[in-house]
Nanobody
Framework: QVQLVESGGGLVQAGGSLRLSCVASGRTFSNNEMGWFRQAPGKEREFVASFSRSGGNPYYADSVKGRFTISRDNTKNTLYLQMNSPKPEDTAIYYC???????????????????WGQGTQVTVSS
């Protein structure tokens, strides 16, 4: 049974930094099968970052490009999201995503995701 457990959320000041973690258990996921999404109150779940199928540069939403960095530690089966210079508009529940549904090639839309974590709240104060 696949489980994704996020941690690291909390309250952070704008301009600070925060690192989210996601530990996957139940199976090992390849690079293109893991990513992060977020959902703010009253809004739809949206893509944040994920790895590319080719192993090249990761994909980022335009709103976080240059501020957030996705990485992973394969020895720990753990995915990370380093959030630098967060803004109040980054406030949301952040979800770890893993597994790619057919016919998608990677994780860049909610419909492409097989497994979700329970989410971790990130609140950015101004």
């Amino acid at each position: 049974q696949v489980q994704l457990v996020e941690s690291g959320g909390g309250l952070v000041q704008a301009g600070g930094s925060l690192r989210l973690s996601c530990v996957a258990s139940g199976r090992t996921f390849s690079n293109n099968e893991m990513g992060w999404f977020r959902q703010a109150p009253g809004k739809e779940r949206e893509f944040v970052a994920s790895f590319s199928r080719s192993g090249g540069n990761p994909y980022y939403a335009d709103s976080v490009k240059g501020r957030f960095t996705i990485s992973r530690d394969n020895t720990k089966n753990t995915l990370y999201l380093q959030m630098n210079s967060p803004k109040p508009e980054d406030t949301a529940i952040y979800y770890c995503a893993a597994g790619v549904k057919w016919p998608f090639n990677d994780i860049r839309t909610p419909n492409s995701v097989k497994y979700w974590g329970q989410g971790t709240q990130v609140t950015v104060s101004s």
